[in-house]
């Protein structure tokens, strides 16, 4: 079984999953994962697929050659290693949400990931989104990141507290709480 | 007592419909001990419904109390709750879920934030809870189980709740 990553961007329009699911039906595809959304108006999917007896992405790719003539999407294959394939995210630490928001302005996601980074905070998910008036625009940044156990949250709190002056904008980090049941 | 095995999705018990406790004799009492045992084995250990060790009969046990977030709200302790009904139900909260026989999956759920719940004790003797909060989401999600409803039928968003749509109008 060769296992691919599929990746799909396009005007949004009705019939691009099924479009593109039936092209993976029809050729044995599995999807194993797949996440899609849709930003100003573009479509986006990312699928990992698995497909039995074939190693190499060429096949695969041609195959979606109708949807991107016909749906006018961009469509990109690429192998995916066994050893790299995992069933959820892996998270080291404990999952945490940071909430950014404030007055549109350049540098605010360069500036808050940085730090991240800096400190090898895994990012596992982020939206961030203009919303507001046209007037008065505000940006808001929703990171879910992996924070390692042992972490110095009070250096990144007080990284936060500097961020907060220099961007002009609210920071908040909390651990996720899921209810165990 | 022997800790039960826990029923794991797709396991066609996990969809059933459980009938009432029609007999509360010593036999009764035993099973409810094993399903306490069982819960209290478990990581999170504050709820467990009686179809997820098979057992289809309508019993589900909450216990909130010792739980860190959960014990510091009000709560009743231990509940032992047989052929519970929901009399009445309000206001709404959503509370990210995971559960036993749903490994590896977590997702945000809409519940009510208090509950009147009327149920029997394992004597068969009535006990009538209100809950709130924290240990009224136990209560729902654990009587879910005995209806054969599962946390993910009830998934209220797949991301965060905090985005609007964006209207181009």
């Known amino acids: 079984m060769g296992f691919f990553s599929v990746s799909v961007v396009g005007r949004d329009r009705p019939g691009i999953v099924a ?6 039906f029809e050729l044995g595809c599995n999807i194993e994962d797949s996440s899609s959304t849709i930003l100003s108006g573009q479509f986006a999917m990312l699928l990992v697929v698995g497909y039995p007896g074939v190693s190499s992405p060429e096949g695969l790719d041609k195959a979606f050659g109708p949807v991107r003539s016909e749906m006018g999407l961009m469509v990109s294959v690429n192998p995916v290693n066994d050893e790299d394939l995992s069933r959820e995210k892996g998270f080291l630490g404990a999952p945490h949400i940071i909430s950014v928001y404030g007055a549109d302005r350049p540098g605010i996601v360069s500036r808050v990931t940085r730090e991240l980074a800096d400190r090898s905070v895994n990012i596992t998910d982020l939206n961030t989104q203009v919303v507001g008036s046209k ?4 940006y808001v940044m929703v990171i879910e990141a992996d924070i390692p156990d042992g972490f110095d949250m009070k250096g990144l709190e ?18 996720i709480e899921t209810l165990e049941l | 007592m022997a800790i039960l095995p826990i ?3 797709p396991d066609p018990v996990l969809k059933e419909t459980s009938r009432s406790v029609e007999r509360f004799s010593a036999e009764l009492s035993i099973r409810v001990d094993g399903l306490l045992d069982t819960m209290r084995a478990m990581p999170g250990g504050i709820g467990i419904a009686a179809p997820q060790v098979g057992w289809t009969e309508r019993v589900v046990i909450v216990d909130v109390s010792g739980h860190k977030k959960g014990g510091r709200q009000d709560n009743h302790g231990l509940l032992e709750l047989v052929n519970p009904e929901i009399l009445a139900m309000g206001g709404s909260q959503i509370i990210r879920e995971g559960c036993m026989s749903v490994p590896d999956y977590t997702a945000n759920v809409k519940r009510a934030q208090w509950v009147l719940v009327d149920a029997l004790d394992r004597n068969g003797k009535q006990v ?3 809950s709130i909060g924290f240990e009224a989401v136990v209560i729902q999600h654990e009587m879910d189980h005995l209806d054969g409803i599962l946390f993910l039928d009830r998934v209220t968003s797949l991301k965060t709740d905090l985005f609007r749509r964006k209207s181009y109008a």
């Open chain 2, 7 to 9: 029923l794991k999705f």
């Open chain 2, 128 to 130: 009538i809870i209100e």
């Open chain 1, 19 to 24: 479009g593109i699911s039936r092209i993976l």
């Open chain 1, 135 to 138: 007037e008065r625009p505000v």
């Open chain 1, 158 to 175: 007080a990284e936060f507290e500097s961020l907060r002056k220099e961007l002009h904008v609210s920071i908040s980090i909390r651990p």
